[in-house]
């Protein structure tokens, strides 16, 4: 029991520092830039070259303690292009695109140990079309579909051994009606 404590407690202060990580970096001021110059973002959330002359266009590169943490694309002080969020260890947290400083196209979230947990696509910044959500064993974890923004349509959630444990519809974000099932029978 103690080991399970333990285990929890260091997933939850993982979590908590790539949260952290990502605030900081997403709210910092200074980002550094690959040759180690400062580069300065905006209240207009454009990112300056060093001398603020000009909005900077380039790739970025985030590094903390000598660790690689977060990479993306800048054409013209704007994020555009890809964009990944790196865990200590150099494993994916999450990658995907950025189209003018908004999420946009393919995501994909990572456990810490590097195996996705789960891949969905973003439009403008908001959650649209299906999203699937996955177990550490690369099981599917649940599925569902998102319309803009909003739970919309059936969402099934699995065991990780594959059976179906619940049936969710959505309308809107709304719960309209759902079935838990035994998780001994086999869908």
């Known amino acids: ?40 973002t905006s209240s207009s959330e454009l990112i300056y070259s060093p001398d603020d002359s000009h909005p900077f266009t380039g790739r970025m590169q985030d590094t903390l303690d000598n660790n690689l943490i ?6 013209d002080g704007i994020k555009q292009g890809e964009f990944s969020l790196l865990t200590f260890d150099g494993n994916f947290a999450m990658k995907g695109f950025m189209n003018k400083n908004m999420n946009d196209g393919t995501w994909q979230y990572f456990y810490d140990s590097g195996e996705i947990e789960c891949t969905g696509d973003f439009e403008n910044d908001t959650p649209v079309g299906r999203w699937t959500w996955f177990y550490k064993n690369g099981t599917i974890r649940s599925t ?19 059976f179906t444990m619940s049936i969710v519809n959505y309308r809107m974000g709304e719960i309209i009606s759902q079935v838990q099932i035994d998780p001994y029978v086999k869908s």
């Open 1 to 40: 029991m103690n080991k399970i404590k333990f285990v929890s407690v260091i997933i939850i202060m993982e979590v908590i520092i790539i949260i952290a990580l990502l605030a900081v970096f997403l709210n910092n001021m200074r980002i550094i830039s690959p040759d180690t110059y400062y580069i300065k």
């Open 70 to 75: 977060a990479e993306f694309e800048v054409v």
């Open 144 to 162: 569902g579909n998102f319309i803009n923004g909003e739970p919309d349509g059936q969402w099934l959630r699995y065991s990780s051994e594959g």
